[in-house]
C-alpha cells in the first residue's frame, strides 16, 4: 500500500502562484522507484494530465502549463511538489497526486495508467 497526501491548494487571483505538496508514505514505499504525476479535474469535465516525472526524472508536461509549471520531487523527504506560476481562471479545479511503479502511457499524461491516488486539493483562480 502507498499513501499520497495532498497540499498547499487554495484561492489566488490570475497570474498569482501556488505550490502544491504530495508527501507519500507507505511500509514498502521508495519514491525514487516510482513514476509520479499531478492530474486535475475541473467541474464538468475529465480528468486530465497536468505532469508526471519518471524513475529517471524526466518530465512531461501538458501543452496548456508548459511553461508555467514545474513538477520536482524531494527523494529524502519523500515528496513531490508542482509549483505553479502565472495562474490562470482555466487552471481552476482539484488537484491529484499520483503513483505507480510502471505507469503505462506516462508520456502521453494517461491517468489510467496510476494505481495509487490522493485525495486532491482544490485550486481556485478568480479573474
Known amino acids: 500500500l502507498v499513501r499520497l497526501v495532498e497540499s498547499g491548494g487554495g484561492s489566488v487571483q490570475a497570474g498569482g502562484s501556488l505550490r502544491l505538496s504530495c508527501a507519500a508514505s507507505?511500509?514498502?514505499?521508495?519514491?525514487?522507484?516510482?513514476?509520479m504525476g499531478w492530474f486535475r479535474q475541473a467541474p464538468g469535465k475529465d480528468r486530465e494530465g497536468v505532469a508526471v516525472?519518471?524513475?529517471?526524472?524526466?518530465?512531461k508536461y501538458a501543452d496548456s502549463v508548459k511553461g508555467r509549471f514545474a513538477i520536482s520531487r524531494d527523494i529524502a523527504k519523500a515528496t513531490l511538489y508542482l509549483q505553479m506560476n502565472d495562474l490562470k481562471f482555466d487552471d481552476t479545479a482539484i488537484y491529484y497526486c499520483a503513483a505507480d511503479r510502471f505507469a503505462a502511457g506516462w508520456s502521453l499524461l494517461r491517468p489510467t495508467g496510476f494505481t495509487y491516488w490522493g485525495q486532491g486539493t482544490q485550486v481556485t483562480v478568480s479573474s
Open positions: 516525472i519518471t524513475r529517471e526524472d524526466v518530465t
Open positions: 507507505g511500509d514498502t514505499v521508495r519514491d525514487s522507484i516510482y513514476y
